[in-house]
Structures are given as C-alpha cells and as structure tokens.
C-alpha cells in the first residue's frame, strides 16, 4: 500500500512539473503552399510530442496528428498551390522578375485578408488574455501581417524560412547579405561572378529589399489598421521582436555565408531517416526488382506537371531516354501515358525520398525545388536540374557549383543538348562527388529538427535569452551602423592634415631668398 502511495505522488510530482515546463506557442503560417508547411511541420509537431501546447493557423491540414496538445485553426478561401502547368513558363527576364515579385504580393495580400478575416485573430487574442502565449513561430516568406499578434502579445518571435532567406529578411537581424558573392534568392550564377553578374545581384537584391520595406509594408501596415485599428510599422516590429530565423538551407549546398547567432541552418529538417525505407507501391517495386541496369528518377514537384510539356520538347526527351540505356521512372498526373516502353514507367505519386535514395536510382531530373534537391543531396545522387521559377535557378546552381549536378535550361530541352548533359552526369566524377557531399550534409553536431527544437526551447526556458538574442545594432539608423559617422571624421581629419602639409610644403618651398653679392672690382 505504501508503494502505490509513493507511486501515485510520484507519479503526481512528474505531471506537476512536466505542467511547468510547458509552453503555449502559437504557429502563424498564412502561406497556403504545401511544400512550404512541409518544412515547418516537423517542428510544430516535435515541440506538441515534448510536452508543448501548440495551437497552429494554417491552410495544411496534418495528416498525422502528434500525440500531444496540438490544435488546428484552419483557414478557408484559398486553393492549396499544388501544380504549376509548364506551358505557362516563360524565359526570366528583368521584367519577369518584377512580375514574380508583384505574384508574390499580391498574394501575401490576400493570405492576409483570408487571415485577419478568419475568426482566429480575435480567438487568440482572447486565448492570451486567459493563458498567455510565450512564443509565436511564424513564416518569413511575402507579407509581415501576422507581426501585429506578437505587437499585441508582448511575445518573441521565431521566423521560419522554407527556402533561402528572401534579400528583405537579411536586416531583422543585420545579418550581411555580401552581394558580392552571396547569391540572392532570385538569382543564379556560376561562381565566381563576374562584374555584369555581381552588378545584376546587387541591383536586384536592394531594390527588391527597398520594394519590400516601401511597397509590402506599407499594404502590410494599412491591413492592420483596416482590421485592428492600430497603427504599427511591421518592419519595426520584426527587428525588435524576431530573435531566432530557422533558414532551411545547409552549407554544404549553399556555400559559406556571413551569419549571426541568429540564425539557424536546419536544412533537411523535413527529412527523416525511415521514410529511406518506407515501402514502395508494388508496381514502382515490381520495375525496379525485374529491370537491369539504372534507373533516372523525373519529378518536377508537387507543384509543376510534367504532363503539360509541349510536343517537341516531350518527344526530344523521349528520343533522347529511348537511345541510352537507361531505365525511367517519371512521376506523370493523367492515365494516359506518352510511351509503351518497358524501360519507362510512369507513376502519380510514390515516396520520393524512399525511390530517389534506391540503389538503383543513379540520377534524379527535378525543377530545383529545395526539398528535392535537398533529398538528392542527403541520398547522394546527382542530378539535372530545370529551374522554372523563384528559388529553383539559385538553387540548380548551387548544385551546379558543387559539381553535383548540371543544369538545363526549360528553352534548352533539346535533343542535342540533352543527351550531352546525361552523358556527362552518369561520368563516375558526378557519382562520387556526390556521395561526399552527402556525407558532409548527413554529418552534423545534431540533426536540424533536434537543431531547432533546442534552439525554441532554450529560448522558452531562459527569459534572459530574449535579452542576449536580440543585437542592439538592430537600434542603430544606417549612419552610424555602417560608422559613416567615424568615417566621415577621419576623412575629414585627414583633410585637414593634407591641407595644412600642403600649405606648409608651398610657404617653404616658396619662401624668397635674399642673396647678397660681393662687389669685384674689375681691372
């Protein structure tokens, strides 16, 4: 009897303290596109299973529920981004930039109406007066609407980006963007640039930030007036508030990069090692069992139809994989299928991290979607990369100047050109390079969900850490962060000094000198 006592006040004092670890976190992710919550759901998910209250707004639906106090608010009125036809890519210009640019807006904008029009605003707010929220998680992605919740509930933020960190994000924590070999989220170059390249970088990668603060913002601000009524400045906000950005990107893809303490590499944060051997459908087991020889892997994402390419570059490519010898796996979304082939099989959906990491898979052919790459980076497979918008030509670049992969342009999808960049990729150098990258991405002090989860936690269990996470350089107007002021002075006294030398060379130099000349008397 007296050990069920000591059980039962045991047991009672761990539920007690397990009480006072608990944090309530709200997640903000007003962003309807899948692959983008893809990255952040690990983390939602690890902090409910640890013990963490988790109340999350947002378009993705789990598909498994953790076991803890995890709680759904969704939000309704716009289509869930899955697919991208390829007959709407066009060539990038300067022009189409400032057009993506503009998509990208316009579609913050109206995410954040969705938002603010939900309900959910107000029933949080009411939630925090009642248990307040320690912590909000939110994406840095195209719109800073979602800031006013932290403004109002006097809690840090924790930014999450599911690509490379957009050129307007890099000041929340004066983190330098180098534009001189940083290559911004809009861009892609071979390295090293060369002038025109790092002049195109710089441009574009200020005037986009300058767009941001000036354009976004402003609409940013005058949403929240509209629907609070409370006049703010998001940007302010965001630089006094963000004291951790979780960048969804690895060195050993992306290269080194100036950073701060701030901010957190946890690249393949959405990978997890089961899912390498997670079951494959029997007719994509079946084809790989029975064939001989290697099999290229074709997905363009969830986002992008393989099946809308045009007739003259579907049957380049088919030429082109009919001649080599190897075996095709392509992920195609209609029933009808484009060739009868026993070296072609084509599927609608499969574990892609399972199939691209099979040991007969030696090539995968995707658009540069980072998850992806990132999958055939951890798997250790090269690739062809055909970017089509937005990160995707940073990121086939990357792979390009890692030398495990090779890009080839949408335009360029021609027989020809085709066939030599295959040919070249199943060269043993690719194959190699490859799995040592792989190891270098694999091989870490931590796993980034592990990453992250300490970082959130370690930010929720010291108070003092919202203090020491925060530079006050973000208090500094751009005068005197850059020392112009310093600067300025030196110059100045340099002026001076030079002025003054000079003066004094010319008084010396052209002081006149009194000869006397002694009288000879001449004979």
């Known amino acids: 009897m007296n050990w069920l006592k000591f059980f039962y006040y045991f047991a009672t004092i761990c539920v007690l303290l397990r009480q006072v670890e608990t944090k309530h976190i709200l997640g903000i ?24 209250n988790i109340t999350v707004i947002t378009y993705i639906k789990a598909t498994t529920l953790p076991k803890g106090n995890y709680e759904e608010l969704l939000l309704k009125g716009m289509e869930v ?28 904008q109206e995410s954040c109406k969705r938002l603010y029009e939900s309900g959910h605003i107000e029933k949080v707010l009411k939630r925090h007066e009642m248990q307040p929220y320690d912590l909000v998680i939110t994406e840095y992605f195209n719109s800073d609407c979602q800031l006013a919740l932290p403004y109002l509930m006097k809690t840090p933020v924790v930014a999450l980006s599911s690509c490379l960190l957009m050129p307007w994000y890099y000041d929340r924590i004066l983190m330098p963007d180098t534009p001189s070999y940083v290559q911004s989220e809009f861009v892609g170059f071979r390295t090293p640039l060369n002038f025109h390249e790092r002049l195109m970088n710089f ?8 767009l941001y603060r000036y354009y976004t913002n402003y609409n940013d601000n005058k949403l929240i007036k509209h629907y609070l009524n409370i006049d703010i400045d998001v940007a302010q906000i965001a630089k006094q508030n963000t004291r951790l950005i979780f960048g969804n990107q690895h060195y050993s893809l992306m290269g080194i990069r100036p950073t701060t303490q701030q901010f957190v590499q946890i690249g ?52 082109v994989l009919t001649r080599l010898d190897i075996n095709v796996i392509w992920k195609w979304e209609t029933d009808e299928t484009p060739i009868k082939s026993d070296k072609f099989l084509f599927i609608k959906w499969a574990p892609q991290l399972s ?22 980076v951890y798997c250790g497979k090269p690739m ?56 270098v991405f694999r091989q870490r002090e931590s796993q980034p969900l592990d990453t992250a989860t300490w970082w959130v936690e370690h930010l929720l269990e010291h108070k003092v850490s919202e203090e020491v ?18 600067i300025a002075l030196l110059l100045a006294v340099l002026f001076v000094f030079i002025f003054i030398t000079k003066r004094l060379l010319r008084l010396i130099l052209h002081r006149p000198v009194n000869v006397k000349y002694d009288k000879v008397k001449q004979n």
Request: hydrophobic letters at 40%.
């Open 29 to 52: 992710f007003p962003h309807f596109g899948y692959s983008h919550f893809k990255v952040f759901y690990p983390l939602l998910h690890n902090l409910s299973e640890r013990g963490h």
């Open 81 to 108: 981004v899955n697919v991208v036809p390829l007959d709407e890519m066009k060539e990038r210009t300067w022009k189409g930039l400032y057009d993506e640019y503009i998509a990208l807006h316009d579609e913050g």
């Open 203 to 210: 441009v574009q990668a200020k005037a986009l930030s300058l």
């Open 268 to 319: 393949g944060i959405h990978i997890k090692d089961e899912e390498i051997n997670k079951v494959l459908p029997k007719e994509v087991d079946s084809f790989l069992e029975n064939l001989k020889g290697d099999v290229l892997f074709i997905s363009w994402g969830s986002m992008i139809k393989g099946s809308t390419l045009d007739a003259d570059k579907l049957k380049a490519i088919l030429n």
């Open 355 to 376: 199939l691209i990491c099979h040991p007969k898979v030696t090539l995968f052919w995707g658009h540069g979607g980072l998850l992806s790459t990132t999958e055939a």
């Open 384 to 439: 062809l990369i055909t970017p089509i918008y937005g990160d995707q030509f940073v990121n086939g670049f990357a792979v390009e100047n890692r030398k495990i992969g090779r890009i080839i342009n949408f335009n360029d999808i021609k027989e020809k050109i085709l066939n030599e960049e295959l040919t070249q990729l199943r060269h043993p150098n690719y194959s190699t390079k490859a799995l040592e990258i792989s190891q």
């Open 469 to 486: 996470l925060h530079s006050y350089a973000v208090d500094l107007n751009w005068f005197i962060y850059y020392s112009l002021d310093v």
